[in-house]
């Protein structure tokens, strides 16, 4: 990019000059070649969403995932904004007459938004400054006089410049001290806007930095959960992302000291400040040394000032927002990677459910569905206290078995869940039903549900308390069609989630269900309009218009009827209809993931293999006796040829894996009766960055901290782990006082249970005191025990 690219007077919107910029930053970054980003952005462009174009524009994009292509989106997205603002900036600027051709190719080279803002920084506009006033009053060539020769007197050189104060509002300039101060502004403005010293600062701040907290005086009973942070530190650049939000979420409550420093030494011995430090860094950036020069003191004095008046505070800030913008980026990756594992959970298919919402007084309220989710009854019991009604509440569970033919009895994890299950698990033994089971489901989000308006017009005349028993039962037939219809942020696998930005957690949270969605498949004639609305292409509008053309007209025959809903398009046909599943209808293809524009395609494959449609589908045999590159042609690619064929070898094949529970331990009911060395089995129900929470059926799920997930090292759970495994697990240690269960998915090692964990697992090195008042005690370098005890509270409030 030259300067003459930005020679027409509307020169800084260059739409064309943009879009180039922006493609070349693509694919670099994403290792790609240009025409494949461009293809891409065009389909985007156009309106293609990004499944349909993983899924049936493979050729045109040369076969991105989805993965990638919202990379892409993503960083589009961010190059697009900054592109808008660098056009702001260039037209700000040159409208000051201050725009030089250095400067401008400068702002046209860099590619990140900080970069940018450093390069305005001195021409933004803003009220006037101290140094603005000084240079007003004729003080720069005093600044530049001691800057550029040393050797001169500061204050014989300062008394040229004494006069009368203009105004009341002008720099003072009454005597040599005053003007003195005056050159010092200037100066130091000039060195904390200059981008060769601002940003080289930054970094050296965020290598060499620790973030440290303390606890504010009087804070120790309202701050409890955060007293893991009363007195720490760890290195700026390496703190992980739970750690940096408990400790930013402490400092927004008023409970913690935040600020960017050098901890104290291990041994107690004395540190050098980092003020000394930076102000040497300064020195360095800047060329300049002390050589016992007339004006080095004041020089001195002035980088000084520089670092504690301007830099310091400014830099401070600018890296807790970096380190704050980081840790949420992960927070958002962790929530969006345990909700497609939630939203992608085993179905259990199309069976009779009986779903248990329990509660004490209120009652366990009861809700059995069909296997098709239709609601077939409702009860409430009171098997507790204070009604204690036991043998009245399996009567009426017994009968709703026998009634309706119930295969699977769901129960909600919440409070009285364990009562409740052995409720069940009474029935079950009273019934003597074959294949009759229960378990223990998630009903986090069940709530919101239920107040919904969704629920009120699904369920107008039930009772809100009877809808949260209905999504409980419908939700283990099929976890993504019944959790699409509450908002992800309320689902309760998330990390800090209220702490982040949520307008990116939204979006992250929107894709990754529209991902989900697309990658299962809705069937068109069941589906409801919130699960039909995450489909590729279709609006909230016009999910409601299918699902009321489906209640007016009956059930669809063929994707084509589609065509005839109000409202739906061929844009909106093209983009939705590879994703939509008519089973049983007029053409088998429409139970597949086969496009309708690849249906030519199969009327090929169908000749050339000698036998009609319901023979070729499923046979394995006779679809891998045609060669996929004799089918390639101008309007079919190599990529869809393959597809289809997939599609034909698997029609409509559910990614999900297969649907099983986990055995709980007979007898073991409540947090009390665990005991360390016990061996059980259990589902994960959350994962962070620190370890997984795991649902034993004790009413508080255990964590098996990172470091005691394999025999290798582990850097992220997620590695091992995801949401929904069934996992073995071993009671490490029970804290029944404070509810906490550390578990370990290692072989049992008494020396190495009893160790601390390795090295970069547990929390920080710290210095911790231990004087039980918080005054007048010794500090001590304390490695935390494997389990952090914060996250862990933080978490188990964060699940109820």
């Known amino acids: 990019m030259t300067v003459a690219d930005f020679a027409s007077p509307n020169a800084f919107a260059q739409p064309q000059v943009a879009a180039r910029r922006v493609l070349q930053a693509l694919s670099a970054e994403l290792q790609l070649p240009a025409s494949q980003i461009q293809a891409a952005i065009e389909l985007m462009d156009g309106g293609a969403t990004v499944p349909f174009i993983a899924r049936y524009r ?31 900036v260039l037209q700000s600027i040159a409208e000051q007459g201050k725009l030089t051709p250095e400067l401008q190719t400068a702002i046209t080279a860099v590619m990140q938004k900080q970069e940018l803002e450093d390069l305005y920084l001195p021409y933004k506009p803003r009220r006037v400054t101290r140094a603005q006033k000084a240079r007003e009053a004729g003080l720069e060539p005093l600044a530049d006089l001691l800057w550029q ?3 001169t007197d500061p204050l014989l050189a300062a008394a040229e410049f004494v006069r009368a104060q203009a105004s009341a509002d002008a720099a003072d300039t009454s005597t040599p001290q005053a003007c003195l101060d005056g050159a010092r502004d200037i100066l130091s403005e000039r060195w904390s806007e200059d981008p060769a010293v601002v940003a080289p600062m930054r970094d050296w701040l965020w290598q060499t930095g620790h973030l440290v907290s303390q606890l504010r005086a009087g804070k120790e009973q309202e701050g409890a959960k955060f007293r893991d942070y009363f007195d720490y530190a760890e290195p700026l650049a390496r703190v992980p992302s739970h750690r940096a939000l408990a400790v930013l979420r402490g400092r927004a409550q008023e409970v913690l000291d935040v600020r960017i420093d050098l901890p ?5 011995g004395k540190a050098t400040p980092l ?3 930076a102000e040497g860094r300064l020195a360095v950036l800047l060329g300049w040394s002390h050589q016992g020069r007339a004006a080095d003191d004041w020089l001195r004095r002035v980088l000084q000032w520089t670092w504690k008046v301007k830099l310091s505070l400014t830099l401070e800030r600018e890296l807790l927002a970096r380190l704050r913008e980081q840790a ?15 939203l992608l959970a085993a179905p259990a298919g199309p069976k009779v459910v009986m779903g248990l919402d329990p509660g004490i007084r209120t009652g366990v309220k009861v809700a059995v569905v069909d296997a098709t989710g239709k609601l077939l009854d409702t009860a409430t019991l009171y098997p507790f206290e204070p009604r204690r009604d036991v043998q009245g509440s399996l009567a009426i569970l017994a009968a709703l078995v026998k009634r309706h033919g119930v295969q699977l009895i769901t129960i909600g994890n919440g409070t009285a869940s364990r009562e409740t299950d052995q409720l069940a698990a009474e029935l079950l033994r009273l019934v003597q039903q074959p294949g009759l089971a229960k378990l223990t489901v998630s009903e986090a989000g069940a709530s919101v549900y239920s107040a919904s308006e969704l629920a009120s017009r699904e369920f107008p005349d039930l009772d809100v308390s009877l809808r949260g028993a209905v999504s409980i039962a419908r939700r283990v037939q099929d976890p993504l069609a019944e959790l699409v219809k509450i908002d992800p942020k309320s689902i309760g696998v998330g ?5 982040v930005n949520q307008t990116a957690l939204s979006r992250k949270l929107d894709a990754i269900v529209e991902d989900c969605v697309n990658a299962v498949g809705v069937d068109l004639n069941t589906a409801s309009a919130p699960l039909l609305a995450r489909v590729a292409g279709l609006s909230g509008r016009i999910a409601e218009q299918i699902v009321l053309h489906r209640d007016q007209s009956g059930a669809f025959a063929n994707r084509e009827a589609l065509k005839a809903v109000r409202g739906l398009g061929d844009k909106t046909f093209e983009q939705a209809a590879g994703f939509l599943r008519i089973n049983g209808g007029d053409n088998p293809l429409d139970r597949t993931g086969v496009h309708p524009e690849s249906y030519p395609l199969v009327q090929k494959l169908l000749e050339a293999a000698g036998r009609p449609i319901d023979a070729l589908m499923g046979n394995r045999d006779a679809l891998q006796r045609l060669r996929p590159e004799q089918f390639v042609d101008d309007r079919f690619g190599a990529f869809t040829v393959r597809d289809v064929l997939a599609e034909l070898e698997k029609p409509g094949r559910d990614p999900r894996p297969e649907f099983r529970t986990a055995r709980l331990l007979d007898g073991v009911h409540d947090i009390t009766q665990l005991e360390p060395g016990m061996q059980l089995e259990g589902t994960v129900t959350n994962v962070t960055a620190f370890g997984a929470f795991v649902d034993l059926g004790v009413h508080q799920d255990g964590l098996v ?5 394999a025999q290798r090292f582990v850097n992220d759970a997620r590695e091992v782990v995801k949401t929904g495994d069934i996992v073995k697990v071993r009671v490490v240690e029970v804290d029944v006082a404070r509810k906490r269960i550390a578990l370990s998915m290692r072989p049992a090692d008494p020396e190495r249970d009893g160790a601390r964990p390795r090295s970069g697992q547990g929390m920080p090195v710290r210095t911790q005191r231990h004087d039980g008042g918080g005054r007048g005690g010794s500090a001590r370098t304390n490695a935390a ?6 996250m862990a509270d933080a978490f188990a409030r964060l699940k109820r």
């Open 328 to 342: 949420e980026a992960v927070a958002i990756d962790v929530f969006g990677a345990n909700l497609r594992d939630l």
């Open 705 to 709: 901290h990172v470091s005691q997930m």
């Open 264 to 268: 104290a030494p291990a041994d107690g």
């Open 58 to 88: 493979k050729e045109v994009t040369g076969g991105m995932s989805d993965d990638h292509l919202r990379t892409l989106e993503e960083r589009l997205l961010y190059l697009r904004e900054l592109e808008d603002r660098r056009a702001v």
């Open 495 to 499: 990390q800090y989630q209220h702490d």
């Open 275 to 277: 003020a000394a430090l």
């Open 785 to 790: 025990a494997p389990q952090n005890t914060a």
């Open 149 to 151: 020769q040393p050797q």
